[in-house]
């Protein structure tokens, strides 16, 4: 590996491997979690059923997305052509009147948020206000039901819209979602994965250069105390045989105990 | 009698409209039209009878567009008309064009009750209803002034005194300010073909008293369908209704009583044609009258019946001799066809082809 650069800055200790090799673990199961992979813990099941969750959801929304967009193709056909039908039977343009009879809004929307598997997603809720007919007396003289009825349609219309803007709303966040995840996989996958690796490699050959200076050193001052030792044991030894000698000597010439340093001054140890 | 004296005045308005009349689009042109692939193609078509009209118009013109430039048509031959005609019939004309200035008096009231600019509303009135002084009405700034600029500057100052005061235009809905007026109108037309001396005794008396009581009957029928479920009261209901047509007093009554469907079905029963209606739609459609769209591809509503009822009643009209219903019956039949040429123009641009043919043709 490249060294310095793609190494967490650690100091190579016990400790910090130890630090290392938990994170390196934790990696690789958040990873193996995210990724789908055959899960272990139990504990976390429900992290690695979330993200199959959220892509199903995905998928399925995109499937409802593509249903809505078509019924909206519908429903906006048959809503235009019911305005057909009101300026034939009305005979004019009732646009203006329209606009301005109406006061407030029949047609609303609550939003709430639904939790789709930790994911907040804003799901728009269409409702008619009750006894608003502002312009229920619009067309009186003629076309009135036509009228009625376009309002209807485009009631309809507008509630194909409102649940298409909920889908697609929701597909936005949850593919938001999803691509965090992915960068988050990718990310764990290429960046930490590797980089905590290589971590635990320099510690380890950081560890190693550290046993085996240890281990040289120690052999050295193994080496040095033998030295030191065998020369103390041939001093030692000297020393005892010159005892004997001496005693041998000493046994000769007298069994008193002789004067010991006249002794040695007159007799010189020969090697 | 009138036949004497009738061509002195009138013989060339007559003989200009009959004209008018014959250039009126007819069933194999009609078919010709529904063969369309493209709005271009439909315009190709409408040529012979609307050539310099469209001539402007850009290539694939919205249905808007078309409705416009075909009204424009009817607009231009209707001046003509007017400008050639004198005494009684200019007064009758005048009458013709009442029902579409109480469209654009209403529209105005709309705009200055919401405190719009009303002079950009002049643009979106009906140029039939188009009178010199109602650019004077744009100065009104609140509904009071409005009021009284009404009374004076147009003619529609009878219908409005009397029945309506300034707050009541505050107060109301405007749609029943409009109706309101419009039974106004509808009775003093009434009253005026069937009094004017002119007129009354002859044809024009008769042809157009029977236009009338359709037109009446019809507008009493639809407010009371239009009216269930809404704010809109018996007693107020009842004030709306034309006091003359078939249906009055009995049928009026009963309508203005009527809580749902089978009430005004009940209520008209005493008259043939209506009654033919309801049971037409009743078999037709199984969800109530007036259902003209949804499923049903071929069955008619109410409304339809009524056009259809209101053409073949102009079309009569052209039978008789010396009277001024035929540019009352002209006007209506150029207006249905109008309506045609934007419902087959509509079909074919929305692609709706399986519905084109819910146009009324009469000749």
Same mark, same amino acid.
């Given at each position: 590996?490249?060294?310095?650069?793609?190494?967490?800055?650690?100091?190579?200790?016990?400790?910090?491997?130890?630090?290392?090799?938990?994170?390196?673990?934790?990696?690789?199961?958040?990873?193996?979690?995210?990724?789908?992979?055959?899960?272990?813990?139990?504990?976390?099941?429900?992290?690695?059923?979330?993200?199959?969750?959220?892509?199903?959801?995905?998928?399925?929304?995109?499937?409802? !997305?593509?249903?809505?967009?078509?019924?909206?193709?519908?429903?906006?056909?048959?809503?235009?052509?019911? $305005?057909?039908?009101?300026?034939?039977?009305?005979?004019?343009?009732?646009?203006?009147?329209?606009?301005?009879?109406?006061?407030?809004?029949?047609?609303?929307?609550?939003?709430?948020?639904?939790?789709?598997?930790?994911?907040?997603?804003?799901?728009?809720?269409?409702?008619?206000?009750?006894?608003?007919?502002?312009?229920?007396?619009?067309?009186?003289?003629?076309?009135?039901?036509?009228?009625?009825?376009?309002?209807?349609?485009?009631?309809?219309?507008?509630?194909?819209?409102?649940?298409?803007?909920?889908?697609?709303?929701?597909?936005?966040?949850?593919?938001?979602?999803?691509?965090?995840?992915?960068?988050?996989?990718?990310?764990?996958?290429?960046? !930490?994965?590797?980089?905590?690796?290589?971590?635990?490699?320099?510690?380890?050959?950081?560890?190693?250069?550290?046993?085996?200076?240890?281990?040289?050193?120690?052999?050295?001052?193994?080496?040095?105390?033998?030295?030191?030792?065998?020369?103390?044991?041939?001093?030692?030894?000297?020393?005892?045989?010159?005892?004997?000698?001496?005693?041998?000597?000493?046994?000769?010439?007298?069994?008193?105990?002789?004067?010991?340093?006249?002794?040695?001054?007159?007799?010189?140890?020969?090697? | 009698?009138?036949?004497?004296?009738?061509?002195?005045?009138?013989?060339?308005?007559?003989?200009?409209?009959?004209?008018?009349?014959?250039?009126? $689009?007819?069933?194999?042109?009609?078919?010709?039209?529904?063969?369309?692939?493209?709005?271009?193609?439909?315009?190709?078509?409408?040529?012979?009878?609307?050539?310099?009209?469209?001539?402007? $118009?850009?290539?694939?013109?919205?249905?808007?567009?078309l409705a416009s430039k075909t009204t424009d048509k009817l607009i231009s031959e209707f001046r003509y008309v007017r400008a050639n005609a004198t005494g009684s019939l200019a007064k009758f004309m005048d009458y013709v064009t009442y029902g579409y200035m109480i469209d654009n008096v209403a529209l105005l009231i709309t705009g200055t009750l919401h405190e719009r600019d009303t002079r950009e509303l002049l643009e979106r009135c009906h140029p039939l209803?188009?009178?010199?002084?109602?650019?004077?009405?744009?100065?009104?700034?609140?509904?009071?002034?409005?009021?009284?600029?009404?009374?004076?500057?147009?003619?529609?100052?009878?219908?409005?005194?009397?029945?309506?005061?300034?707050?009541?235009?505050?107060?109301?809905?405007?749609?029943?300010?409009?109706?309101?007026?419009?039974?106004?109108?509808?009775?003093?037309?009434?009253?005026?073909?069937?009094?004017?001396?002119?007129?009354?005794?002859?044809?024009?008396?008769?042809?157009?008293?029977?236009?009338?009581?359709?037109?009446?009957?019809?507008?009493?029928?639809?407010?009371? $369908?239009?009216?269930?479920?809404?704010?809109?009261?018996?007693?107020?209901?009842?004030?709306?209704?034309?006091?003359?047509?078939?249906?009055?007093?009995?049928?009026?009554?009963?309508?203005?009583?009527?809580?749902?469907?089978?009430?005004?079905?009940?209520?008209?029963?005493?008259?043939?044609?209506?009654?033919?209606?309801?049971?037409?739609?009743?078999?037709?459609?199984?969800?109530?009258?007036?259902?003209?769209?949804?499923?049903?591809?071929?069955?008619?509503?109410?409304?339809?019946?009524?056009?259809?009822?209101?053409?073949?009643?102009?079309?009569?009209?052209?039978?008789?001799?010396?009277?001024?219903?035929?540019?009352?019956?002209?006007?209506?039949?150029?207006?249905?066809?109008?309506?045609?040429?934007?419902?087959?123009?509509?079909?074919?641009?929305?692609?709706?082809?399986?519905?084109?043919?819910?146009?009324?043709?009469?000749?």
């Amino acid at each position: 590996m490249s060294g310095a650069a793609d190494r967490e800055a650690v100091f190579p200790t016990r400790q910090s491997l130890g630090i290392m090799k938990a994170k390196l673990k934790g990696a690789e199961t958040g990873h193996s979690l995210l990724k789908r992979k055959n899960v272990s813990e139990v504990s976390y099941c429900q992290v690695a059923d979330v993200f199959t969750i959220r892509t199903n959801i995905a998928l399925e929304i995109t499937r409802r !997305i593509d249903e809505a967009k078509r019924k909206m193709g519908r429903v906006m056909q048959i809503a235009a052509f019911s $305005l057909a039908e009101v300026s034939y039977a009305v005979g004019g343009d009732i646009g203006y009147q329209v606009q301005e009879s109406a006061k407030s809004a029949r047609f609303r929307i609550r939003t709430k948020q639904d939790n789709v598997s930790g994911v907040l997603l804003p799901a728009f809720e269409s409702y008619l206000t009750e006894g608003n007919n502002d312009f229920g007396l619009t067309g009186l003289g003629k076309g009135g039901q036509q009228v009625q009825r376009c309002r209807e349609t485009y009631a309809r219309a507008v509630e194909a819209l409102v649940e298409l803007a909920s889908l697609q709303t929701a597909f936005v966040i949850l593919d938001e979602v999803i691509k965090v995840v992915n960068r988050r996989v990718n990310a764990i996958e290429h960046v !930490i994965i590797p980089r905590t690796e290589n971590t635990i490699k320099y510690i380890n050959s950081e560890l190693d250069e550290l046993d085996r200076e240890e281990f040289y050193r120690l052999k050295k001052v193994a080496n040095k105390k033998q030295r030191d030792n065998a020369a103390a044991d041939a001093e030692m030894k000297a020393r005892r045989e010159a005892m004997e000698k001496n005693e041998s000597g000493a046994s000769k010439q007298d069994s008193g105990p002789a004067d010991i340093l006249a002794a040695e001054d007159d007799d010189d140890v020969i090697f | 009698m009138e036949g004497l004296l009738f061509n002195v005045n009138n013989g060339y308005v007559e003989g200009i409209v009959r004209g008018y009349r014959n250039s009126l $689009l007819t069933t194999p042109a009609y078919s010709n039209l529904t063969q369309c692939e493209t709005i271009d193609d439909l315009k190709l078509q409408l040529g012979p009878a609307y050539g310099d009209f469209l001539a402007s $118009l850009p290539p694939n013109p919205s249905t808007s567009a078309l409705a416009s430039k075909t009204t424009d048509k009817l607009i231009s031959e209707f001046r003509y008309v007017r400008a050639n005609a004198t005494g009684s019939l200019a007064k009758f004309m005048d009458y013709v064009t009442y029902g579409y200035m109480i469209d654009n008096v209403a529209l105005l009231i709309t705009g200055t009750l919401h405190e719009r600019d009303t002079r950009e509303l002049l643009e979106r009135c009906h140029p039939l209803g188009w009178f010199e002084t109602m650019p004077v009405l744009c100065v009104a700034t609140n509904v009071e002034e409005l009021y009284n600029s009404v009374l004076i500057e147009t003619p529609l100052a009878p219908y409005f005194k009397g029945s309506l005061s300034h707050q009541d235009l505050d107060e109301l809905n405007i749609e029943i300010v409009r109706n309101t007026l419009y039974k106004n109108y509808l009775e003093d037309f009434h009253n005026f073909v069937n009094t004017h001396s002119d007129m009354a005794g002859t044809p024009t008396a008769e042809v157009m008293s029977n236009i009338l009581e359709f037109e009446a009957d019809r507008r009493a029928i639809n407010i009371t $369908l239009n009216s269930f479920g809404t704010e809109l009261t018996k007693a107020d209901r009842n004030k709306l209704y034309p006091t003359f047509g078939k249906l009055y007093p009995e049928g009026t009554l009963m309508l203005s009583r009527a809580d749902d469907v089978e009430g005004v079905r009940l209520a008209v029963d005493g008259v043939h044609d209506y009654k033919t209606f309801f049971d037409a739609v009743s078999l037709g459609g199984s969800s109530g009258p007036g259902n003209m769209g949804g499923g049903s591809a071929d069955g008619k509503s109410l409304e339809d019946m009524f056009y259809q009822k209101e053409m073949e009643i102009s079309k009569d009209a052209f039978t008789r001799q010396f009277t001024y219903a035929i540019i009352y019956a002209w006007v209506k039949l150029r207006e249905q066809e109008i309506r045609n040429i934007t419902w087959i123009a509509e079909c074919i641009a929305q692609n709706q082809k399986d519905r084109i043919g819910n146009f009324i043709s009469v000749f």
